[in-house]
Each structure stands twice: as structure tokens, then as C-alpha cells.
């Protein structure tokens, strides 16, 4: 994975392996006067191929925060995974989507293999998610978390009032079958500064 894929992927996703207090997000600035957007996790759909895998989400009562629980019953890693990213928005009073961000055929276990054995690439990665063990390819049959997901994790921290969806999408990209994970969380953006100067 190249270096400006990495540098967008990791504006995107702030994970972190361990379990460090007081990390700081792209979401905490220094200027308190500023208002921080308000997001509301609407619903999450998601998908993992049963010949695969069993996948459950949950999402906490603030509404701004889901788990993500896999059940892998096959190895996944043996052919080439690839997984794709994409934020789109609906802005308020809009009816149609676009799309602000997109990336295709990145590799999964090159990122894995990249986070896992670089410290810098863990540092920019800091927020309070946690992932159950460090995961790495051929991901072996097991039991999989990721624990305390923030919303404000997964999107970009330039926002207007609408509604968003994030979506990640994991495939093979020589394997039997095309889909082996998809995910897809819609969240409603309230922008306070933007509603009162409404």
C-alpha cells in the first residue's frame, strides 16, 4: 500500500491495539470555543459471507459509538483480499448522495502487515477502539472485536449538517467467492455552529 493511501486511510480510521488513556483524535482540538459536530449512528447493516464467517454489530446507547463481533469459521488470507472504502453524503434539504471519498483495491494484508510492524503507522492510528488481538493474514478461524468504535473515527473531521454513510467492503480478488465482508454505517451530522446560523 502506497504512501498517500495510507495517509488518507489513516484520516479515516483512528484504531488503536492498545489500551492508552487520554489519546488524542483529529476530533479533539485545542479550541474549546469551536463546537464539535454531534453524530448519531442511525443504523449499521452488515454482511459476511455464512460459508465464512458470522458477523454482529451493537450499537452503545450514546449513539456514537458500535462493536463489531466476527466469528470466523474458515481462514480467510490464503487468496489475495482486498477491501474498498467510501464516505458519501446526502447534505441537509438534499435527496441525493455523493460520494466524498473513495478507494478501491487496497490490500488487507498488506495494511495489516504494515500496521503491525510499524510503530509510526500505530501512533497516527490512536483513538479509545479496541481490537481484541493484532490481526495479521491468513487471519486464522477464530473469534474477532473491535470494541467502542466512534463515529467520529470513521468520518473526516470537516462536516456539515446531513446524513452520512460509511462504507468498507473486503473481497478476494482471485477466490471463489466475491464478497467476503461488507459493512455499511449511516449516521445523521448535526453541525451546531451551521443550525444557528440557520
Known sequence: MNLIQNALFLSL???IFSK?????SMWDEDDDSKKKPILRINHINVYGESGYMKVFTHIHTDRSHFDI???LKRELGSNFLIFGLKVRVRPEGETIFVTLLQMKRLDLCGFFSDFSGNPMMRYFL???MHMSEIIS???RVGNFSLLNISAYDIYPA???NGTY????EVVEGTGEIAKVFALQVTTDVIVPSQSAQE
Not at 20 to 24: A, I, W
Not at 165 to 168: A, N, S
Open 13 to 15: 480510521f483512528q484504531l
Open 20 to 24: 492508552e488513556n487520554g489519546s488524542k
Open 69 to 71: 463481533n466476527v466469528r
Open 126 to 128: 490512536k483513538s479509545k
Open 137 to 139: 493474514c491468513p487471519v
Open 158 to 160: 470537516s462536516l456539515q
Open 165 to 168: 454513510k460509511f462504507f468498507v
